[in-house]
């Protein structure tokens, strides 16, 4: 089984923290859902021979929901001739609030979609305001009524937390509402500075307040406790889902399942060790695929690396990682023993200080600690030169 | 003898001795256009770029000497040798053995700059040596040119007529001609007697990769064959002469080298410890004396360097004996710090040295190192009367051992406009200086002697000089006495772990300031870790300074866009590698960085 992720590389507006690839000139979009097609039709040479049945089809961006049912529609299609699309696939729309119409939802609907992902980011207008976001906090909760309406119970939304404007109160009203509302998936993403965007640009300007990381963990302590309290399992370090609601198609990318890429930017994966991903150019990208030219890099993992992707991605989930699983699959102790026993030892002084948590052969950030992810997961790659 | 001449050129940095030089040999047909080009890009680029003369060298030029007088009937033919001398204070001892290899100096002054204090304490020992000294005003081509004032500050100087200063241009080459001129009318030829036992002055050497050292010398007295057998006297050491030679742009063998001249000898030596600069080679059969004015070479400046990567100490170890074999000032002995590991203990002659070394051993050798917090050798005498010299923190006694400590004052000597002489009083005084004297060059000039402990300029004295006086002071000083004083070890604490590469000696009156300045400075350095770190400085038991940074509260990125697994694992694949290159204190990983911070202290 693998998935599908679609980049639909055009929002209407940037928001200051972004560095996703995406353009606002959208004139171009008629073309780019032409290459898009054309790439899925002839398949880059590396995504050959991966397994062709697929369980989740994700439309990403960007904001695919700039893209016209027509549009959409040839994509999918698209999808459909070329794989074989399970019965009950998981089929993702990102869509931003401001797009959101009750007929675009019955359309969407129709064309086969089952899941939305809303853009919410938050349910207070200072804060969307400050993220120069396209929607006001009414349209969010507005637009989330209607899509239940419409029978898209597989709802996701985006929170960002963390920002400066946001009070721990106003986290809370934020998540109070998203629970109201009846919502049982939700991601929330610390806001991250990343570089040359519009905020990092302020920031160093001197414009805006750097981000600070106490209230940043802060924020992450309340929501954790609150969508806990509220039913929800903490699944992956950005990601909560009432039982039975994780995403499934997020869920592939940490457990190491194929994933083809299509759209400038698109990464995919065999699901082995061999990794590639598209231009982040949408002119190059189009240019590049209407001359059958490749618009895409390799990267061939070795054992190591691919090692450290499975630390790293593992310890991102409650599933957390398998260590024999791990191993027997990989070999670990077998290619670099030395290594391996590092990791083993490291491994064990984490375990020591709580900050993981051990049982049935499974490493588990400590739900307390997975703020530190980052710095425990590398603290656990192996070392190889 | 009679027709040649030895003379170098005191100078101040960028006054234009080098382009004179390059002029000088231009005119007397020494060397092409195309010779040229290759002798620059000889040159150890470092010394290119420092804008120093690090090792000095000397070449031979013809001359043929036509003089103002018509009627001049003697030997035109002149042999002259310039002797080149290194520019900074850290190497005056080298510059003064320089100096008595010759019988005359051209004081080389810019005509904009006038004269700085380093040209004054060269002229001073050039004038300790007896030399000749001849005037030269030099870049009058420039717009700013203050000719008349410069010659001013020369006459207040040396006491000479208005009508013997020279004025010369190094790069339209007016003037020259008439340097050279007055180089063999002024500067008296050699004495000495060619039929005495040899006595030759070793005033330089050089490391050659495929003949071993190369040392260069002046014959005082006697001459020296090819094949001889030869006795370093000072060194004691013995050896033959496989090749002698006079020195024109490369050295050129010859059988022998007459009394006055001077040349060089390569004999099989690999180590330049075993060259002493000041050294006097003699006759192992017929033996003279040792030239006056030899010392051994002192470090003044002690520092530890250490490889980065502990694993790279053997080839630090080779790299630092290569160094030393064309360096003979550098000496070095193992050392071991726990927070370090192994690597070694250094004496340098000053900072600018130290520096050099550092730079060397970048670019020659590829080897980044860690050096430690510098310091000067101090003298303690024991509560059981032991006599120690303490050039590493780790050496001092605990204080209930100490019965006395002193440490080095030097003399310096600094020269400046008037406008900044109250800066530069702050500055002194701040640093335990004492004023000695000051006095007006010129109207536009002041000198300012102190007297200074020589810790205080270890650190940033120089910069700070620049800073406060706008670049328009010069600076100079040589080591006078040591002078008893409150020393103490202050050690650097994380999280109650020493860390012994941090370590100082300082005045007790600086622990204060000095501790929370470097408190700060690591608080900036030290990156956050998962647990809070306490950063403490402590004479003895007694803490001075204290901060903290609190731990880490978030290490992670929040969204693994798309699928881009790759780009996230490289980000942690680095994160690890920067911890690779942490060293370990107790629980803290402290970055290289971080022990550098001392040399980086500002207000
Ligand atoms: N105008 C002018 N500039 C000169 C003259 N001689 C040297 N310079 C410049 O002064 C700077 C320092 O000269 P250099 O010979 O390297 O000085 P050194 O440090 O004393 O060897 C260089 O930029 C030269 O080009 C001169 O006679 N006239
Ligand atoms: S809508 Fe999404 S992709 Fe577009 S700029 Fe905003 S955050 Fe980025």
């Known amino acids: 089984m693998a998935g599908i992720y679609i980049h639909i590389p055009f929002c209407t507006k940037a928001c200051h923290y972004c560095n996703f690839h995406f353009s606002t000139s959208t004139h171009h979009i008629e073309r780019m859902v032409a290459a898009i097609v054309q790439e899925i039709n002839t398949l880059p040479f590396p995504a050959q021979d991966i397994d062709k049945n697929i369980e989740t089809i994700y439309f990403g961006g960007g904001t695919p929901s700039v893209l016209n049912n027509e549009q959409l529609q040839s994509i999918l299609n698209a999808c459909y001739e070329k794989f074989l699309v399970t019965e009950n696939a998981e089929i993702t729309l990102e869509a931003n609030p401001d797009d959101i119409t009750r007929e675009r ?12 992902s809303i853009g919410v980011q938050s349910f207070a207008d200072s804060d969307l305001k400050w993220m120069n976001r396209a929607h006001n906090s009414a349209t969010a909760a507005d637009c989330i009524a209607m899509a239940y309406e419409e029978r898209f119970e597989h709802l996701t939304i985006d929170l960002i937390y963390g920002t400066p404007t946001l009070s721990n109160e106003q986290l809370l009203i934020n998540l109070k509402t998203a629970v109201n509302l009846g919502i049982n998936h939700i991601s929330c993403y610390a806001l991250t500075v990343e570089e040359n965007t519009a905020l990092d640009y302020f920031i160093k300007k001197g414009k805006i307040a750097p981000v600070n990381e106490e209230v940043q963990d802060e924020h992450f302590h309340i929501m954790r406790q609150y969508l806990t309290d509220n039913g929800f399992e903490h699944y992956e370090i950005s990601n909560f889902a009432k039982p039975g609601h994780r995403s499934r198609h997020n869920s592939n990318y940490w457990s190491g399942r194929p994933y083809y890429g299509f759209g400038p930017s698109a990464h995919s994966f065999n699901g082995d060790k061999m990794r590639w991903w598209n231009i982040a150019n949408n002119v190059l990208y189009m240019d590049g695929i209407e001359k059958y030219q490749p618009v895409y890099e390799v990267e061939n993992l070795t054992q190591e ?9 593992g310890l991102r989930t409650t599933d957390g990682l398998h260590i024999d699983e791990a191993n027997n699959k990989i070999g670990a102790y077998k290619t670099t023993p030395e290594a391996f026993l590092t990791f083993i030892s490291t491994l064990r002084s984490y375990i020591t200080e709580g900050k993981i948590i051990y049982k049935n052969n499974t490493a588990i950030i400590n739900s307390e600690h997975r703020f530190l992810s980052d710095g425990i997961a590398s603290d656990l790659f192996l070392s190889y030169d | 003898m009679k027709q040649l001449r030895n003379f170098c050129i005191i100078a101040h940095i960028d006054h234009g ?31 290119r770029e420092k804008g120093i003369t690090i090792k000095s060298k000397a070449i031979q030029l013809n001359y043929n000497y036509t003089g103002s007088d018509a009627n001049y009937t003697g030997n035109r033919k002149y042999t002259i040798n310039l002797i080149d001398t290194p520019g900074h204070v850290d190497f005056s001892y080298e510059v003064s053995r320089a100096l008595a290899a010759c019988e005359g100096a051209l004081l080389l002054v810019d005509a904009a700059q006038g004269i700085q204090a380093q040209t004054i304490s060269n002229l001073y020992l050039a004038l300790e040596n007896d030399l000749e000294i001849i005037p030269v005003i030099n870049k009058i081509d420039m717009p700013g040119a203050m000719i008349e004032e410069v010659e001013d500050q020369i006459i207040e100087l040396i006491g000479c007529k208005r009508e013997d200063i020279l004025h010369a241009s190094g790069r339209t080459g007016l003037g020259v001609e008439r340097i050279l ?13 060619p039929e005495a036992p040899l006595q030759a002055l070793i005033f330089d ?30 060194a004691g050491k013995d050896y033959i002469a496989d090749e002698v030679g006079i020195l024109k742009m490369r050295p050129e063998a010859r059988d022998s080298v007459q009394c006055g001249d001077v040349g060089y000898i390569i004999t099989g030596i690999k180590n330049a410890k075993e060259v002493k600069v000041g050294d006097t080679i003699t006759l192992t059969a017929n033996q003279g004396e040792l030239i006056n004015g030899f010392e051994e070479v002192k470090p003044m400046v002690f520092a530890g360097i250490y490889p980065v990567e502990t694993d790279q100490f053997e080839e630090l170890r080779d790299c630092m004996e290569k160094l030393q074999l064309n360096d003979a000032s550098l000496t070095f002995e193992l050392e071991t710090s726990q927070a370090l590991g192994f690597g070694f203990r250094c004496g340098f002659l000053g900072m600018l040295h130290m520096e050099i070394i550092q730079e060397r051993l970048e670019r020659e050798f590829d080897q980044t190192v860690i050096t430690t917090v510098p310091n000067v050798s101090f ?9 120690l010299v303490i050039s590493n923190p780790s050496e001092m006694p605990e204080q209930q051992r100490l019965e006395e400590i002193s440490e080095p004052f030097i003399r310096a000597q600094i020269i400046t406009k008037p406008e900044y002489i109250g800066n530069i009083m702050t500055l002194c005084i701040g640093k335990r200086g004492i004023i000695i004297n000051q006095g007006y060059l010129t109207p536009t000039r002041v000198e300012l002697i102190f007297e200074l402990p020589l810790t205080e300029i270890v650190f940033d004295f120089y910069d700070k000089l620049k800073s406060q006086t706008r670049g328009y002071a010069s ?11 409150d020393i103490a070890k202050m050690d650097i604490l994380l999280n109650g772990d020493k860390v012994d590469a941090l370590s100082a000696l300082i005045h007790r009156s600086r622990a204060h300031d000095f501790g929370r300045k470097l408190c700060e400075k690591l608080k900036d350095l030290l990156p956050r870790q998962q647990f809070m770190i306490a950063i403490q400085a402590a004479i003895g038991a007694k803490i001075v300074a204290r901060e903290t940074i609190s731990a880490m509260r978030k290490d992670v990125t929040a969204k693994c866009y798309g699928g881009d697994i790759s780009r996230k694992r490289k980000l942690l694949e680095k994160q690890k590698e920067g911890k690779k290159r942490m060293r370990q204190i107790g629980n803290v990983e402290v970055p290289q960085e971080a022990f550098l911070a001392v040399l980086k202290l500002d207000d």
């Open chain 1, 105 to 116: 939802l019955k359309g969407w609907r129709q064309l086969g979609f089952n899941r939305l």
């Open chain 1, 305 to 313: 690396e691919r090692i450290n992707e499975i630390i790293m991605t």
């Open chain 2, 17 to 47: 001795k080098s382009t004179l030089a390059d002029r000088l040999l231009q005119t007397t047909n020494t060397v092409g256009e195309r010779q040229m080009m290759d002798q620059v890009l000889d040159d150890m680029d470092l010394e």
């Open chain 2, 181 to 193: 001129e007055s180089v063999i009318e002024r500067i008296p030829a050699p004495v000495g007697d």
């Open chain 2, 205 to 234: 050497s050089v490391f050659n990769s495929f003949r071993g050292i190369i040392v260069y010398f002046r014959i005082v007295n006697g001459s020296l064959k090819k094949n001889d057998k030869v006795r370093f006297i000072a």
């Open chain 2, 379 to 387: 003298k303690a005498i024991t509560t059981k009367g032991e006599n």
């Open chain 2, 475 to 485: 600076f100079d000083y040589h080591p006078i006495d040591y002078r008893t004083s």
